[in-house]
C-alpha cells in the first residue's frame, strides 16, 4: 500500500497571505489528522476529520481549517498568515471508527509540508 | 500540562540495550501509551503501543506497571540508525470516535559507534 502523501513538500509564503495544505491518506482509511510541529511547542494537534466530518479539534485559531472530500483526501487552509505559523504541517491517516470509545487506532504519518511564512 | 514527561536527551553506543522511561501521572482510563520514532524532515513512526503489562514487537519492548503511572521503551541492541527523536504519547480514545494524540517533547537519542 502506497504510503500518507503530502504536497507541496515545501513551501514560501509572505504575512497575510494564504496557503493550502493537502493530504492523500493510505488506501481504505478513513480518519485524517493535521498536526503542526515547531522547535518552540512540539507537535501540536490541529484538528481531525473523519467522513468529511471534523471530528476532534485542537486549540488553534479560526485562521486554521480543514476540510475532508469524499475519497477522504483532505486539505488544511490556513489564511492570513503570521510568521508563527512557519512551521512542519504533518497529516497522519487512521483506519479510524464510526463511533464509540475505541481501541488504538495506530496513526500514519505523512512526511509533512514544510512551510516558511516571510 | 504537559501529559507526558521523559528525559530530553539520552546518548548510548552500538550493540547497547536502551532504555526511556516515560511519567505520566494522570493518565486516563482510556488512554493508550504510544511510542513513535522521528527523523529529521520526517514524519513521527509508529513504534509500538500498549495499555497495560508487557508488549514486544520485532523492535522494541514496552513495559508497563500496575498503576500504569509510567512506562520505558526498551529497545535491544540499538545502531546508529536508531539515532531519533522518540515521543511517549498517550492516545486518548474519544467518545465519537477516533483517538488524539497529545505529544510531549520527546527524548533525542544519540548512538555512538
Known amino acids: 500500500k502506497a504510503g500518507v502523501t503530502q504536497t507541496p513538500r515545501y513551501l514560501i509564503k509572505t504575512r497575510g497571505q494564504q496557503v493550502t495544505l493537502s493530504c492523500s491518506p493510505i488506501s481504505g482509511h478513513r480518519s485524517v489528522s493535521w498536526y503542526q510541529q515547531t522547535p518552540g511547542q512540539g507537535l501540536q494537534f490541529l484538528f481531525e476529520?473523519?467522513?468529511?466530518?471534523?471530528?476532534n479539534k485542537g486549540n488553534f485559531p479560526g485562521r486554521f481549517s480543514g476540510r475532508q472530500f469524499s475519497n477522504s483526501r483532505s486539505e488544511m487552509n490556513v489564511s492570513t498568515l503570521e510568521l508563527g505559523d512557519s512551521a512542519l504541517y504533518l497529516c497522519?491517516?487512521?483506519?479510524?471508527?464510526?463511533?464509540?470509545?475505541?481501541?488504538?487506532?495506530?496513526?500514519?504519518f505523512g512526511p509533512g509540508t514544510r512551510l516558511t511564512v516571510l | 500540562l504537559a501529559k507526558t514527561t521523559q528525559p530530553i536527551s539520552m546518548d548510548s553506543y552500538e550493540g547497547q540495550e536502551v532504555n526511556i522511561t516515560c511519567s505520566h501521572n494522570?493518565?486516563?482510563?482510556?488512554?493508550?501509551i504510544t511510542w513513535y520514532q522521528q527523523f529529521p524532515s520526517q514524519g513521527p513512526r509508529f513504534i509500538i503501543q500498549?495499555?497495560?503489562t508487557k508488549v514486544t514487537n520485532e523492535v522494541a519492548s514496552l513495559f508497563i506497571p500496575a498503576d500504569r503511572k509510567s512506562s520505558t521503551l526498551s529497545l535491544p541492541r540499538v545502531s546508529l540508525s536508531d539515532t531519533a527523536v522518540y515521543y511517549c504519547l498517550l492516545s486518548e480514545g474519544l467518545t465519537g470516535g477516533g483517538n488524539k494524540l497529545t505529544f510531549g517533547t520527546g527524548t533525542q537519542l544519540k548512538v555512538e559507534l
Open positions: 476529520y473523519f467522513s468529511e466530518t471534523q471530528r
Open positions: 494522570n493518565i486516563a482510563t482510556n488512554d493508550y
Open positions: 497522519a491517516s487512521s483506519p479510524g471508527t464510526s463511533g464509540g470509545l475505541s481501541s488504538y487506532n495506530e496513526q500514519f
Open positions: 500498549g495499555y497495560k
